[in-house]
């Protein structure tokens, strides 16, 4: 199992920026999937951005192409998985969690179920 611990959350306004980080315990396995999901009050939590580990394609929602860049870096111990949010919005105001999964049939997707690992979550507000 993979244990993630997430950091980085704040505040800030509107057009600002918020690098959010996963600390994700690495086991033998460099093929998972790293996302980030979030969750705004009464919203269902949504996929944001995924990448597969080792891997260079990532994945994002339309709400945040060209805003938010995931990425990755890792050694033999752990993996750390980033997402930088620039140009923020209030709607991107959420509970951002970070999320370790099996690809399916190689795809990582925006799905709950393909994820098995979470980490607590990192409170963003956005203020306008």
Do not use: H
């Not at 086991?27 to 790293?34: I, N």
Request: with cysteine; hydrophobic share 30%; aromatic share 10%.
């Amino acid at each position: 199992q993979v244990q993630l611990v997430e950091s980085g959350g704040g505040s800030v306004q509107t057009g600002g920026s918020l690098t959010l980080s996963c600390a994700a315990s690495v086991y033998a396995y460099s093929g998972y999937c790293m996302a980030w999901f979030r969750q705004a009050p009464e919203k269902e939590r949504e996929g944001v951005a995924t990448m597969r580990r080792g891997g260079s394609n990532a994945y994002y929602a339309d709400s945040v192409k060209g805003r938010f860049t995931i990425s990755i870096s890792q050694d033999s111990r752990k993996s750390t998985v980033y997402l930088l949010m620039n140009s923020l919005k209030p709607e991107d105001a959420a509970m951002y969690y970070c999320a370790a999964g099996l690809p399916r049939n190689g795809v990582c997707r925006f799905v709950e179920s393909d994820y098995n690992n979470w980490g607590q979550g990192t409170q963003v507000t956005v203020s306008s």
